[in-house]
């Protein structure tokens, strides 16, 4: 599911960020996929996360944070500041999911 938010051509939300195309429909799925993955980690904090997951969830936080500016300049300074509010709630469901040191 996360997978084909960064594969899918035309239709995922990180296809669509890559190239500062704003897309709210999308960030909620990819909310709802991180918030079911965060659920059923907190059920057993013992379960190993597959590594190209890991990957992928450590990744999504960096990787908006580099289309934050792109995306103010093309649509504007209020879908800017809800960007830059998705970066901050990818970094916490990344933090949940995969922890901290």
């Known amino acids: 599911m996360l997978g084909a938010e960064w594969n899918d051509i035309p239709d995922g939300f990180f296809y669509k ?18 918030a079911e993955i965060c659920d059923y980690m907190a059920q057993d904090d013992s379960t190993y996360i597959d590594k190209s997951l890991v990957l992928a969830i450590w990744f999504i936080p960096l990787f908006l944070s580099w289309q934050q500016e792109r995306m103010e300049e093309i649509n504007g300074h209020a879908a800017g500041v809800e960007f830059n509010h998705w970066c901050n709630n990818t970094l916490e469901f990344a933090l949940k999911i995969l922890g901290h040191p």
């Open 17 to 34: 960020s890559r190239y500062a195309i704003f897309d709210p429909d999308g960030y909620q799925r990819v909310e709802k996929i991180l």
